[in-house]
């Protein structure tokens, strides 16, 4: 439609048609000036609907018959419309502009520039009406516009490609926060499930305290799964001080843990928190220890304990993995090793002051 507006421009044409009288050049002029018109809106149609196919489709056999075709209905419509017939050159090198490369495209709008001007200039009772100047300004107007198209074109594959990669990275980050939070969850529950079966021949009524435990672990974990799903849940310090303690004493692990969390400051607080629910977990499940050590300070946390077993060191954890992403987004440092004086191992996070 936008382009059928500027066929406006061959009502000259058309009148100098109408006005000859009824003989074949006017017959055949008519004939061609339709031809033209619709020759030309097929072209720009065709190349609306290739879109993103438009760089293949530039400079093919295709294109060239259509302007060669062009063409040959333009000089149909000399005989009768005589010197009007050169507005049709700036549809040509129009769409010209639009559908071939600009090494093709250029010399080939600069010649029909030249040829407008020279056949105007040469060929008696011809009138210059500047069609030279409006085949450049028609091949410069339409430069820009592709320009600005195949620029719009490649901000949209910009814009798709960024949107698969959010969409990626927001897989990754809940697979992450789904493995913490299983992770931790399920281990104390596994836990406190172990000792519930061991008392049931011994102390019922605590058997029954800790499958009430289980319970409500069981909801606190999906409600925590839920939450992250949806983007929305949080995580504090002294919630997870308060879980480890939980978490250790069920797993008949002494435990010394840090009773306020005030000193921390706020910037640093969730990773810490972080740090504490890995490293516990992976006490509980992992080291065979018998006690294990929270130390918590302004700009650092560390997880010791005395297990023999692989415990936290081991490397490919996935939740080491996330905790040290973790770290290094937080500008922090992640020492993960055994202890340099005695068994256990060691999980210490450092922030730089």
């Known amino acids: 439609m936008f382009a059928a507006v500027w066929l406006f421009y061959l009502s000259e044409n058309l009148s100098a048609l109408t006005d000859r009288g009824n003989d074949w050049q006017r017959d055949l002029g008519l004939a061609a000036l339709a031809g033209f018109g619709a020759l030309y809106l097929a072209m720009v149609s065709w190349f609306s609907r290739a879109g993103s196919r438009v760089a293949r489709l530039h400079g093919s056999p295709r294109v ?55 056949l105007a200039w040469r060929v008696p009772g011809w009138e210059d009406n500047g069609y030279g100047l409006g085949v450049l300004l028609g091949s410069a107007a339409v430069w820009g516009l592709r320009l600005a198209g195949e620029r719009q074109a490649r901000l949209a594959v910009a814009q798709e490609e960024l949107a698969v990669m959010a969409v990626q990275q927001e897989r990754a980050r809940i697979a992450a926060d789904l493995h913490d939070i299983l992770g931790h969850s399920l281990t104390v529950v596994t836990v406190k499930a172990e000792l519930a079966q061991r008392l049931l021949d011994v102390d019922v009524e605590r058997a029954r305290r800790e499958l009430r435990d289980l319970e409500v672990l069981a909801r606190d974990a999906l409600s925590d799964v839920r939450a992250t799903a949806m983007g929305v849940r949080g995580i504090s310090l002294p919630g997870e001080i308060a879980a480890a303690r939980a978490a250790l004493a069920a797993a008949h692990v002494a435990a010394e843990l840090p009773g306020a969390a005030d000193e921390v400051p706020t910037r640093v607080r969730e990773l810490f928190a972080w740090t504490i629910r890995e490293a516990v977990t992976n006490v509980v499940r992992h080291s065979g220890a018998s006690r294990c050590v929270v130390r918590l300070s302004p700009g650092s946390v560390e997880i010791v304990d005395d297990g023999p077993g692989d415990g936290p060191a081991a490397p490919d954890g996935q939740g080491l993995a996330g905790l040290r992403r973790r770290a290094e987004a937080a500008g922090a440092r992640l020492v993960v090793g055994r202890r340099a004086d005695g068994p256990g191992f060691r999980v210490r996070v450092e922030v730089p002051q």
Do not use: D, I, N, R
């Open 64 to 118: 060239w018959v259509g302007l060669v075709a062009l063409l040959v209905l333009t000089a149909a419509q000399v005989p009768g419309a005589g010197f009007h017939a050169l507005t049709c050159l700036v549809y040509v090198a129009s769409t010209a502009m639009a559908s071939l490369p600009l090494g093709q495209a250029a010399p080939f709008a600069a010649s029909l520039a030249v040829a407008a001007e020279v």
